[in-house]
Nanobody, 116 residues
Framework: QVQLVESGGGLVQPGGSLRVSCVAS????????MGWYRQAPGKGRELVAS???????NYADSVKGRFTISRDNAKNSVFLQMNSLKPEDTAVYYC??????????WGQGTQVTVSS
């Protein structure tokens, strides 16, 4: 089994920055993908960004140039630095890890609210 614990969400004003973190523990393969999805009220879950164990990244078009994903393989951790935040970034952000060939595991989610 795999457990993921997120931290770092909160309330920020438009244009501000926030960093969310996630630590995974348990059966983590050396080849995997980690990342973040988000779900806004009344909307489906969407991929925000992902990063594989080789460092290759993928971003949603809506966050390119504003968000940066990174990871620490030694600590099975993934981070999302969010800059120039907009009200439409308001959502619950979910961390995930997907071992190669298996379904993803999910964190419990952390709320990010962008509002003045």
């Amino acid at each position: 089994q795999v457990q993921l614990v997120e931290s770092g969400g909160g309330l920020v004003q438009p244009g501000g920055s926030l960093r969310v973190s996630c630590v995974a523990s348990g059966r983590i393969f050396s080849i995997n993908v980690m990342g973040w999805y988000r779900q806004a009220p009344g909307k489906g879950r969407e991929l925000v960004a992902s990063i594989d164990s080789g460092g290759r990244t993928n971003y949603a078009d809506s966050v390119k140039g504003r968000f940066t994903i990174s990871r620490d393989n030694a600590k099975n951790s993934v981070f999302l630095q969010m800059n120039s935040l907009k009200p439409e970034d308001t959502a619950v952000y979910y961390c995930f890890v997907r071992n190669s060939g298996f379904s993803p595991y999910w964190g419990q989610g952390t709320q990010v609210t962008v509002s003045s």
